[in-house]
């Protein structure tokens, strides 16, 4: 089955750094959504990238498709204590309507 | 935006009893919800795709039987342990999609922390 592969599993940064964390799927995708997870809560939906090649910027966030949509990467820009959490990659497989779920990064910004 | 309602938030319960977890679309109809199980520190594994009106579909290693679906109208759907026991002690999160959004990604639900004593 399709599996995606997510990395590094733990960042810690200091406040200022950037930060990047990178999904690499089994298979090729049909679209790639990103998700936050902050301490205690629940996934948020961050954003979703459909078209091979994709670059979507949302402020400090940059995320990219790969151009074979197998892979995609989260960069944040100077990091700030708000930025932490879980990041997770979920992958959509062509005809699927099942997300699959990276294992996430969890991102540590120390003041 | 979309609203995925679940409840309870937390429960605690008794070792061979029932829990029953609500997932609810507040401002969507949603035909097919997810349930998903996070074990700490690590990843939502998908446990099973609600359908309303018909029989939820389980992932491989799911039990059916003790963890029952039920998705009996577009706005509601339910997750029940049957006879729990400490391992499933868990957090339980649903997600929908709400048709036609333009994000297109899924709500989750604020999740149950199930603790089974």
């Known amino acids: 089955g399709q599996q995606v592969m997510q990395i590094p599993q733990y960042q810690h940064v200091q406040e200022g750094e950037d930060f990047t964390t990178y999904c690499n799927s089994s298979?090729?995708?049909?679209?790639i959504q990103w998700y936050k997870q902050r301490p205690g809560g629940h996934p948020v939906f961050l954003i979703q990238?459909?078209?091979?090649?994709e670059v979507k910027k949302q402020k400090r966030l940059t995320f990219q498709f790969g151009e074979a949509k197998k892979n995609s990467s989260l960069h944040i820009t100077a990091t700030q204590t708000t930025d932490v959490g879980t990041y997770f990659c979920?992958?959509?497989?062509?005809?699927?309507?099942?997300?699959?779920f990276g294992k996430g990064t969890k991102l540590s910004v120390i003041p | 935006g979309a609203v995925v309602s679940q409840h309870p938030s937390r429960v605690i319960c008794k070792s061979g009893t029932s829990v029953k977890i609500e997932c609810r679309s507040l401002?969507?109809?949603?035909?097919?919800m997810f349930w998903y199980r996070q074990f700490p520190k690590q990843s939502l594994m998908l446990m099973a795709t609600?359908?309303?009106?018909?029989?939820?579909?389980?992932e491989q290693g799911v039990e059916k039987d003790k963890f029952l679906i039920n998705h009996a109208s577009l706005t509601l759907s339910t997750l029940t342990v049957t006879s729990a026991h400490p391992e499933d002690s868990s957090f339980y999160i649903c997600?929908?999609?709400?048709?036609?959004?333009?994000?297109?990604?899924?709500?989750f639900g604020s999740g149950t922390r199930l603790t089974v004593v």
């Open positions: 997600s929908a999609r709400a048709p036609g959004t333009v994000s297109y990604g899924y709500t």
């Open positions: 298979t090729t995708l049909s679209n």
């Open positions: 990238l459909v078209k091979s090649g």
């Open positions: 979920a992958g959509l497989g062509a005809g699927s309507y099942q997300l699959t």
């Open positions: 401002d969507f109809q949603a035909t097919t």
């Open positions: 609600s359908n309303e009106g018909s029989k939820a579909t389980y």
